[in-house]
């Protein structure tokens, strides 16, 4: 039996490591909120079959988007809604 050639051997990595990642490219490039947990499972617990199942079970995943708030959601000073307070407006001489 011949050892593999070093290019060989280097083909093999390029070609196994995205592989190997794809559960974190994934979860990337979906926007996942959960992305930074599915990589450090994929990195630490890749290597086992299911560690990198269960990553790329999480990557495929439903993804939870927060909608940005609105004008209506947006907290209001309590102040700015008082009715009877003192007016803003000079006082009418009469």
Do not use: E
Request: glycine content about 4%.
């Amino acid at each position: 039996m011949t050892p593999l050639p070093d290019v060989m051997i280097a083909g093999l990595i390029l070609l196994a490591l995205p592989i190997y990642l794809m559960p974190t490219m994934v979860a990337m490039f979906r926007s996942h909120h959960w992305a930074s947990s599915i990589a450090v499972i994929n990195i630490f617990l890749g290597w086992t079959l299911l560690g990198w199942v269960a990553a790329l079970a999480m990557a495929v995943s439903a993804v939870h988007r927060v909608p940005p708030p609105t004008a209506a959601l947006r907290p209001v000073s309590p102040f700015s809604l008082r009715q009877d307070g003192p007016s803003n407006h000079p006082a009418k001489v009469a």
